[in-house]
C-alpha cells in the first residue's frame, strides 16, 4: 500500500492476555519503528528495526514486549500477560533508512489497545 | 539523554494570523536532527519540517518555519496565515545522529486552535 498500515485499529483485551500487533511500513523502507502514546507518558519510543535486526530495544518497558520483523517487511509487536498499564495507542513508523538525517518518517494510524 | 520541553499546553489564533509554538530541547551530542509533527483529531502523525544542528539557515516548508536558535537550544515553530485545517496537537522532537534520525524524542505536545 501506499503508506504505513497497522492492524488491528482496535483491541480489546482482557488482563493477563498476550496480544499481537502488527505493522506493515512503506514498501522499500528498511527502518521501521514502534512507538507508544500514552496520556500519562505522551509518546514514548519502543524499539527500531533496520532490516530484522533490532540495533535499539531500548524503549520496551519490561520483558513482556517483544517485537520482531520478518522479509525486511512486516513486524509484529507482541505484549505478553497484558496489564492495564499497557492501554495506549501503539504507533509504528518507517522510513527508508535510519541513518539520513532529513528523511521523512511516516506512521501509521495507530493500534488503540485496551485492557481490561 | 535527549529531552524536549514545551511550556505551552494550549494555543489559540485567528483565522489567517501567524503563530509560534515554542519547543526548547536539551542534548549534549553535537550532531542531532530537529522535527515537527501534526497530529490531528483523526490521530495519524504529519511531519512537518526538519532543521539540523549543523544547518545554519532556518528551515522553511510552505507556510511552516523553524526558528532555530542554537544557542539558546530552541527551535520553535510558525506557522504563518494560519488555517482552520491547522488546528491539531503539534509535537516538537529531536534525534541524534549515533543512534537514529527515526528514534525521536518528543515534547508533551501543544494543541492549537484556530478560530474563523
Known amino acids: 500500500g501506499a503508506g504505513v498500515s497497522q492492524s488491528p485499529s482496535n483491541k480489546v483485551t482482557e488482563k493477563g492476555k498476550d496480544v499481537e500487533l502488527r505493522c506493515d511500513p512503506i514498501s522499500g523502507h528498511t527502518a521501521l519503528y514502534w512507538y507508544r502514546q500514552s496520556l500519562g507518558q505522551g509518546l514514548e519510543f519502543l524499539i527500531y528495526?533496520?532490516?530484522?535486526?533490532?540495533?535499539?530495544k531500548s524503549g520496551l518497558p519490561s520483558d513482556r514486549f517483544s517485537a520482531e520483523r520478518t522479509g525486511g517487511s512486516v513486524s509484529t509487536l507482541t505484549i505478553q500477560r497484558t496489564q492495564q498499564e499497557d492501554s495506549a495507542v501503539y504507533l509504528c513508523a518507517s522510513r527508508r533508512d535510519a541513518g539520513t538525517p532529513n528523511e521523512k518518517l511516516f506512521f501509521g494510524s495507530g493500534t488503540q489497545l485496551s485492557v481490561l | 539523554a535527549q529531552k524536549i520541553t514545551q511550556t505551552q499546553p494550549g494555543m489559540f489564533v485567528q483565522e489567517k494570523e501567524a503563530v509560534t509554538l515554542d519547543c526548547t530541547y536539551d542534548t549534549s551530542d553535537q550532531s542531532y536532527g530537529l522535527f515537527w509533527y501534526k497530529q490531528p483529531s483523526s490521530g495519524e502523525m504529519i511531519f512537518l519540517i526538519y532543521?539540523?544542528?549543523?544547518?545554519?539557515q532556518n528551515a522553511t516548508e510552505g507556510r511552516y518555519s523553524l526558528n532555530f536558535q542554537k544557542a539558546r537550544k530552541s527551535a520553535n515553530l510558525v506557522i504563518s496565515a494560519s488555517q482552520l485545517g491547522d488546528s491539531a496537537m503539534y509535537f516538537c522532537a529531536t534525534a541524534v545522529s549515533r543512534t537514529s534520525y527515526g528514534k525521536l524524542t518528543f515534547g508533551q505536545g501543544t494543541i492549537l486552535t484556530v478560530h474563523p
Open positions: 528495526f533496520q532490516g530484522n535486526s533490532a540495533p535499539d
Open positions: 532543521q539540523g544542528s549543523y544547518d545554519e
